[in-house]
């Protein structure tokens, strides 16, 4: 069974370009997440999906940031205008839960080094 | 004082030994996850745990809910083995299914 597919692996960009990272689910997951891991702050939960909605997005770092999940299989987040302290690797899981309070093992994808000269 | 806190930071041990490694949280969860990444960057998960004691192969996880603890032991150790370990807890109410990560701790383990 595929995992979580994750795009690019690798992105390396100047400062001020736009950004954007895909991840495509397990299929029959119904939750999705993103994390941004930095060697400072360690893995940090930045958004969570249940059934295609935004349900937690605490963890956003600023408006620079946003996440979609237009449907079951297909997610981005976008960082716009980028900054030097985006960079970090970007995790993508995804999970089967019962509900929004729920928990269930999470699949995480490969992730995406993101370099932001 | 973080809500999740892992000890030790880093691990050396020679293959073959019994390792633990422990966490500790200070909010009220109801699972608790322990997380492998090697070096090459992947996660995994290893157990999700809300009470006892969880084996596969010759990982063990045990949780102990009134202390608010949790250790992962790693039988007859293995240089496959060297890897962060990261513990992780979530699924309360204030907190819905959001995870928080522990730092983490390096376990090197050498042949």
């Known amino acids: 069974d595929a995992g979580v597919i994750q795009s690019p692996r690798h992105e390396v960009t100047e400062m001020g370009q736009e950004v954007t990272l895909r991840c495509k689910p397990i299929?029959?997951?119904?939750?999705l997440f993103w994390y941004r891991q930095t060697m400072m702050r360690g893995l940090e939960l930045l958004i969570y999906f249940n059934n295609n909605v935004p349900i937690d997005d605490s963890g956003m770092p600023e408006d620079r940031f946003s996440a979609k999940m237009p449907n079951a299989s297909f997610s981005t987040l976008k960082i716009q205008p980028s900054e030097p302290r985006d960079s970090a690797v970007y995790f993508c899981?995804?999970?089967?839960?019962?509900?929004?309070?729920?928990?269930?093992?999470?699949?995480f994808g490969d992730g995406t080094r993101l370099s932001i000269l | 004082k973080n809500e999740v806190e892992q000890s030790p930071q880093n691990l050396t041990a020679q293959e073959g030994e019994f390792i633990t490694i422990n966490c500790s949280y200070s909010v009220g969860i109801s699972a608790l996850h322990w997380l492998q990444q090697h070096p090459g960057g992947g996660i995994v998960s290893l157990f999700m745990?809300?009470?006892g004691k969880k084996k596969h192969g010759r990982l063990i996880a045990t949780i102990n809910i009134q202390e608010k603890h949790s250790s992962l032991h790693i039988t007859a150790s293995h240089p496959r083995d060297s890897a962060v370990y990261i513990c992780?807890?979530?699924?309360?109410?204030?907190?819905?299914?959001?995870?928080?990560f522990g730092e983490g701790t390096q376990l090197t383990v050498n042949p």
């Open positions: 299929s029959g997951h119904n939750s």
């Open positions: 899981a995804s999970s089967f839960l019962g509900g929004p309070y729920s928990n269930q093992p999470q699949h």
């Open positions: 745990l809300s009470s």
């Open positions: 992780a807890v979530g699924g309360h109410q204030t907190s819905g299914s959001r995870l928080t």
